[in-house]
């Protein structure tokens, strides 16, 4: 499992409040990106980071945001949830460099529902 | 961007028949091209990966090819048994960048007796 772990695994929340979504690393990677899956869509990336307070947006960063304050943590943020953000959402990393892509290894997901 | 299609959505095969899973992407720069395996409420797992200076790549009963000319790429599943029921996912890079992957939309594989 590459030592990632994500906390918690299942939260349902209402709408309008913030979450946090934990995910931990025991390997010290570079690399981590949050994804958030949903029927007919894949994995869609939502924010990555290159290291400690290095991150940036993916393709659907929009409501979210990412701190990595340490090379093993690496936290997303719903600042106000909505039910359009009710998804599975999976943290991963990568050993590639970045000159050499390599596999991502995911963690076990966060199943997040907004009522 | 990169962008990636994956078809079709679902497959359903008769165990011991082939299955095919074809991918295409848009980048002629992506160099780097993984499949991955979700069995249901698991993880996405890697399954095979191909890399752009290869056309073909084996393991035991799954292969996957590259044509880099048409930007696509394909799995291909022999001999399928019902632990190969799961949803697969094709991926490839964002150019320039370190692993940031753009994932197909997924195809669920039934294996039925």
């Not at chain 2, 394909?74 to 949803?87: F, G, K, N, W, Y």
Request: proline share 4%.
């Amino acid at each position: 499992d590459a030592g990632i772990t994500q906390s918690p695994r299942h939260k349902v929340t209402e709408t309008g409040t913030p979450v946090t979504l934990r995910c931990h690393q025991t390997e010290n990677h570079r690399y981590m990106y949050w994804y958030r899956q949903d029927p007919g869509h894949g994995l869609r990336l939502i924010h990555y980071s290159y290291g400690v307070k290095d991150t940036d947006k993916g393709e659907v960063s929009d409501g979210y945001s990412v701190s990595r304050s340490k090379t093993e943590d690496f936290l997303l943020t719903l600042e106000s949830a909505t039910s359009s953000q009710t998804s599975v959402y999976f943290c991963a990393i990568s050993v590639g460099t970045a000159d050499m892509n390599t596999e991502a290894f995911f963690g076990q997901g966060t199943r997040l529902t907004v009522v | 961007g990169e962008n990636v299609e994956q078809h079709p959505s679902t497959l359903s095969v008769q165990e011991g028949d082939s299955a095919v899973i074809k991918c295409t992407y848009s980048d002629s720069a992506s160099n780097y091209f993984p499949w991955y395996k979700q069995e249901l409420g698991k993880r996405p797992q890697l399954i095979i990966d191909i890399r752009s200076n290869v056309g073909e790549k084996k393991d035991q009963r799954i292969a996957v090819t590259l044509n880099k000319t048409a930007k696509h790429f394909s799995l291909h599943i022999t001999e399928t048994q019902p632990e190969d029921s799961a949803v697969y996912f094709c991926a490839a890079p964002r150019p320039g960048t370190a692993s940031k992957l753009t994932f197909g939309t997924g195809t669920r594989l039934q294996v039925t007796l």
